[in-house]
């Protein structure tokens, strides 16, 4: 459960963070806004245009009569609809990602670099970024598409489809989009999608509790273009979390080669009865950090 709240402590710590940053928060603000208006646009037409799409498709309900022939296709209509805005919800995080490919990935490095520390870069130009990001995000609707199928099918089961199947489509959805967000972050780190969905399903609870409130968010579509410079931000200082990044940069912090204790100060003043010089220029046998003649000469 610790993780749980931690990873909607790092959601609220990236729009914590974007609020310090109106700069950031202005650029993270232009690809949501360019998308929502070409999704707009595009269910509008689907709209306007659903009725002609179902009576093209069903030219056997041509001599139905009424009203089942108006029954059947509006019920087709508004299914067309609202299948077109259900894959308006799942792909929007990944379009608005891919549109802003390079104004979130300079927000994940301003991030990474005001956090202290390393700041990765994936060294790639820029179409091989796009390229990459445009496999990955189909990958991940595919796989969000088949989990939906499922669900959807085991909704009509009584009683669990009614509780248990909303609260798992929630938690699948909230994982991918995790997994949409950090793979900013992530992929600046050169980290693959096999590897990067590892890393996430091996502290799932943290990814859920960083990907559920922001479905239940993006649910708005206004909300979803809001917080999503703040969701990149805070996607980031998950993965510093997941890859160590974040400790490594924290004072006091020990690196996994760096011996646990402080060498011998030179200048110390010796017990009684100690060797002034004992600890100095010591052979391998009688060295306590490993170092050589050699090497403590240099």
């Known amino acids: 459960m610790r993780d749980l709240g931690a990873g909607f402590g790092y959601l609220v710590k990236g729009q914590q963070w974007v609020g310090r940053h109106g700069r950031w928060f202005g650029i993270g603000l232009l690809p949501g806004l360019i998308t929502l208006v070409l999704y707009a646009g595009a269910l509008v037409g689907l709209a306007y ?9 069903t030219p056997f309900a041509a001599d139905w009569s009424s ?5 059947f296709r509006g019920f087709l209509t508004a299914l067309v609809w609202v299948f077109g805005l259900f894959l308006a919800v799942i792909t929007f995080t990944a379009v608005t990602l891919l549109v802003g490919q390079p104004f979130y990935e300079s927000l994940s490095e301003a991030v990474d670099r005001a956090e202290g520390g390393e700041v990765p870069r994936s060294g790639l130009p820029l179409w091989r970024e796009l390229w990459i990001s445009a496999r990955d995000s189909l990958r991940i609707v595919i796989r969000v598409a088949v989990y939906g199928v499922l669900l959807f099918a085991l909704g009509f089961v009584p009683v669990v489809g009614q509780t248990v199947v909303p609260v798992l489509g929630f938690c699948v959805t909230g994982f991918f989009l995790a997994e949409e967000l950090t793979a900013v972050a992530l992929q600046r780190r050169r980290v693959e999608l096999r590897e990067r969905l590892v890393l996430l ?32 931000a805070g996607a980031t200082l998950l993965v510093r979390d997941l890859t160590g990044d974040g400790d490594a940069a924290e004072p006091g912090h020990r690196a996994p080669d760096e011996h646990p204790y402080p060498a011998p100060d030179p200048h110390a003043h010796p017990l009684p009865g100690q060797d002034p010089y004992a600890n100095r220029n010591q052979g391998p046998a009688s060295a306590p950090y490993g170092f050589g003649k050699d090497e403590a000469r240099s």
């Open 67 to 71: 009203p089942w022939q108006g029954l």
């Open 49 to 57: 245009g659903a009725d002609d799409l179902v009576s093209w498709a």
């Open 201 to 232: 399903r091996g502290r799932r609870m943290l990814t859920l509790g960083f990907g559920v409130p922001l479905v239940l968010a993006f649910l708005v579509p206004f909300v979803a273009v809001l917080l999503m410079p703040g969701a990149v």
